[in-house]
């Protein structure tokens, strides 16, 4: 969680600098859902992170590095500069990026979940979605399919409070999210989104009955966005007495302090762990901030099944 969000911290800084070329999606205060849920999965599972959830692709494996080079579209990026900010995917590691409308990326998790249970490979994909996205027909459609199929599948929605600038109760009547399950057949459970040991459990427990052949979980964490829905959103809609606080509830304070309270760790051992990501961290900007960004002229490759062999007709007149 402090990688996360010193990492995110990081992008910031950069973004109001003017060097990342696109937007910054922060989980600043939701941490909690993407990397306590990331944490269940076994080595061959897979995981669908949405524009919040970079902390289930850094418990995956996924590296600072990888992620600075992607924010800036470096030619050394995963998508080599195609894409920017968490789209892009690792198989791996095991982490799938998702598809830009958001809850369009259900059916295919779908899919993924479907070949494991043909193959009879004992996997499960973890797909992660926001509240606003379970309104949508693709989310329907998706674990509708899953839920009759009895698939491998567990939906960790997190309920962060707004589907962009539309509060939850404007988007959906229904009080918690996890009674949607119903209509599926489904079980459904809610759990404190800004408590990573609650997650983690009742994650591991939704996984674990996945991979026995018992279907699909419905998890909702509840929790809040404390910043907008991107750097560019000035939060106008959001209360800052809310803001103030679900920023009490902040699940890196809530962890560290439960460390140090039940023993598992001295504050000394911990300002330990900050030093390591500041370090980690820095290595990596030095590493990859002066990368060169990709030549125009490669923006085809591997782009078609049968790619062009002669330089673009636009590429000529640069």
């Known amino acids: 969680m402090r990688l996360t969000r010193s990492l995110e911290e990081r992008l910031v800084a950069w973004y109001r600098q003017g060097r990342i070329p696109g937007g910054v999606f922060r989980s600043l205060g939701q941490e909690a859902a993407a990397v306590g849920s990331a944490y269940a999965l076994g080595p061959d599972d897979v995981c669908s992170p949405v524009i919040r959830d970079l902390g289930s692709m850094l418990v995956r494996g996924a590296k600072p590095p990888q992620v600075f080079r992607q924010y800036q579209g470096k030619a050394g990026s ?28 259900l059916p295919v998790i779908a899919g993924v979940a479907l070949s494991f249970k043909l193959n009879r490979e004992p996997r499960v994909v973890l797909a992660y979605s926001g509240d606003g996205a ?5 989310f329907h459609e998706g674990l509708n399919f899953a839920s009759v ?32 399950a119903a209509g599926y057949g489904i079980p459904g459970v809610s759990v404190d989104g800004n ?12 996984l674990e009955k996945a991979r026995s052949g018992n279907g699909v979980t419905l998890i909702e964490a509840v929790t809040y966005r ?31 302090d439960r460390l140090v309270t039940e023993g598992w760790a001295d504050p000394g051992k911990l300002a330990d762990l900050d030093h390591r990501v500041t370090s980690e961290l820095d290595q990596a900007v030095a590493a990859c901030e002066n990368d060169p960004l990709p030549d125009p002229g490669t923006a085809l490759t591997d782009v078609y099944a049968n790619p062009a062999t002669a330089e673009p007709l636009w590429y000529r007149s640069i």
Not at 161 to 168: D, M, N, V
């Open 134 to 138: 379970t309104s949508t027909g693709a």
């Open 195 to 206: 408590d990573v040991l609650e997650v983690h459990q009742v994650t591991r427990a939704a």
């Open 149 to 180: 199929q009895r698939l491998p599948l567990v939906v960790l929605v997190e309920n962060n409070g707004f589907a962009y600038s539309t509060p939850t109760g404007s988007e959906t009547v229904i009080e918690h999210l996890s009674d949607k």
């Open 226 to 256: 404390r910043a907008g829905h991107a750097e560019h959103d000035d939060q106008r809609y959001q209360s800052k007495d809310e803001i103030a606080e679900w920023e009490r509830r902040d699940p890196v304070t809530r962890y560290v």
């Open 78 to 105: 995963p998508t080599r500069g195609r894409d920017l900010h968490v789209m892009f995917s690792d198989l791996g590691r095991g982490y799938l990026g998702h598809i830009a409308p958001l809850g369009v990326m």
